[in-house]
């Protein structure tokens, strides 16, 4: 089946910082790919659809310039968190489309836990 | 985003019963819904998935029904197991919106031994 990888798994940095997130289809090749955040005990909220050579597309009250968003290939997505606060402590799982538009499954990673000092 | 909801946040069941997880979305021009399960610590699991031109699709265990007269749909495990034991969330997406998925809130499943 198709897998998404998620790298790093977990990270803690201080804040201030950036922090680079990177989501990878590993065999297929991903058309979109869509970045969610997740508070504790809480659902996934979408953030941003990325698409393979141009800019994302942002949910309303998702900062563009605090989530950088590049999705530089067929199977590479990035989410930097620019000078991160704990606020921005989450759950920051990457879901990755075969197609952008049609309503194929979304195959998700395993998510990163970001956890900001 | 359209709001997606859910009526129960926490379900126990024994092992074996069946369970019926349900989901509400506000959003009518809705017309793909799919089931994750979500483990804790994990990214979410496709399950189940149906179109608006349908109101029952079944799978392997699993059954998920479609109601678009009350925008409702649910998900029914049946002889539910102790590995079930997740949070299920519903996500409903539209055509025209090139996949984006709107999630739902949530329901804890535990299965007790």
């Known amino acids: 089946g198709a897998v998404v990888s998620q790298h790093p798994s977990w990270v803690i940095c201080k804040s201030g910082t950036s922090v680079k997130i990177e989501c990878r289809s590993l065999?297929?090749?991903?058309?979109?790919m869509f970045w969610y955040r997740q508070f504790p005990k809480q659902s996934l909220m979408l953030m941003a659809t990325?698409?393979?050579?141009?800019?994302?597309?942002?949910e309303q009250g998702v900062e563009k310039d605090k989530f950088l968003i590049n999705h530089a290939s067929l199977t590479l997505s990035t989410l930097t968190v620019t000078s991160a606060h704990p606020e921005d402590s989450s759950f920051y799982i990457c879901s990755a489309s075969t197609s952008g538009g049609t309503t194929d499954t979304q195959y998700f990673g395993p998510g990163t836990r970001l956890t900001v000092l | 985003g359209e709001s997606v909801g859910l009526h129960l946040p926490t379900l126990s069941v024994q092992e074996g019963d069946n369970s019926i997880i349900n989901c509400a979305y506000s959003?009518?021009?809705?017309?793909?819904f799919i089931w994750y399960k979500q483990e804790s610590g994990k990214g979410p699991q496709f399950i189940i998935d149906i179109r608006s031109n349908m109101d029952k699709r079944q799978g392997q265990r699993v059954t998920v029904l479609l109601n678009k007269t009350v925008k409702h749909l649910s998900l029914q495990i049946a002889a539910t197991q102790p590995g079930d034991s997740a949070v299920y969330f519903c996500?409903?997406?539209?055509?025209?919106?090139?996949?984006?998925?709107?999630f739902g809130s949530g329901t804890k499943l535990n299965v007790k031994p």
């Open positions: 959003n009518s021009a809705s017309d793909y």
């Open positions: 990325s698409n393979e050579g141009s800019k994302a597309t942002y």
């Open positions: 065999d297929f090749q991903a058309t979109t």
């Open positions: 996500a409903e997406s539209t055509t025209y919106n090139f996949n984006k998925f709107y």
